[in-house]
């Protein structure tokens, strides 16, 4: 048992090595899904109709326009100004720094979205709670059934 454990050791590491020399020779393949790496008009693209189909699903009413129009705004990706370097700060402190900017961001888009579901009716409420349950989440039942054991 122990004389075949050392062959088949080097023979694993050899088609270990010769696929990643072969791997390296391959031409890289594109990536699927560029995320914000995208080309900003696309995702600029993507955005309105995502809106537009919320709009459309939510069925805004004319008095309710304004607070939609706040809303999306408040939704639009902002370029963060970059703070002026201080070049006595720790990387703990530099990260906090960065964490409380994202924060202050984030509760201006929940401060927006709550004036904005105020405004809605208990149905469009409905609507928008279904469409903005976390990703993942089964349609439908809200549980997924336990595995059977057997």
């Not at 805004?60 to 990706?77: L, R």
């Amino acid at each position: 048992m122990t004389k075949l454990i050392k062959p088949l050791l080097v023979a694993g590491l050899l088609l270990a090595g010769s696929a990643s020399a072969y791997a390296d020779d391959a031409p890289a393949a594109a990536p699927q899904h560029k995320g914000w790496h995208m080309d900003p008009a696309k995702r600029e693209e993507m955005r309105a109709k995502h809106l537009q189909m919320l709009h459309d699903k939510l069925k805004i009413q004319p008095q309710q326009e304004a607070a939609w129009q706040t809303f999306t705004a408040s939704m639009k990706p902002q370029k963060m100004a970059k703070p002026p370097m201080n070049e006595n700060e720790t990387a703990p402190e530099k990260m906090e720094r960065m964490m409380q900017r994202h924060q202050d961001a984030m509760q201006k888009h929940l401060d927006a979205l709550k004036t904005f579901y105020a405004q809605l009716t208990p149905e469009q409420q409905k609507t928008m709670d279904h469409l903005h349950r976390p990703h993942g989440k089964p349609h439908g039942k809200s549980e997924m059934p336990a595995p059977a054991n057997g």
